[in-house]
């Protein structure tokens, strides 16, 4: 399976949750720049494009999020997905947000194993279940990099 098989939902589901983990250290590396430009790539960049504006659309908050992801029930997409979500977050320095998102999948996906160890607890939490009222994975600054990849790639 790959990402271009995923059906609607679960395309909408892993734009959500790749924006929870590039957001979850309130910035975008160069290498998450890359990795999302390979994501969309993968899925189509329509279609892509389409799955983030049903998001911004769709979750207001991270339950939307996390509920609409307790409805995917194909193995090979969860797998898929958590597997998209690991490559991201370990394109830089794994943190402890980013742990919690994994491992919550993981568990609720029921497959198995741990992302990682949960070395950063000094987190704010207050904000963890709300984004942005702009669901956009790419801001300006974000924007520059995806443009020095594509410059790169010419």
Known sequence: MELADLDQVEQVVL???VKAIVHADEQVSHDEGQIIRALANSVGK????RRVQEASARF????DLFNLARTIERPAARELIHSA???LAESDEIIAAEVQI?????????????????AIEDEDESDSN????????????????EAEVEEEEA
């Open 15 to 17: 734009v959500g949750l």
């Open 46 to 49: 329509e279609a892509w494009n």
């Open 60 to 63: 207001t908050n991270a339950d």
């Open 85 to 87: 979500l690991r490559a």
């Open 102 to 118: 994994l491992d919550w999948i993981a568990e609720v996906w029921q497959l198995g194993g741990s992302a990682g160890p949960r």
């Open 130 to 145: 709300t984004f942005d009222d702009d669901f956009v994975l790419f801001d300006d600054e974000e924007a520059e990099v």
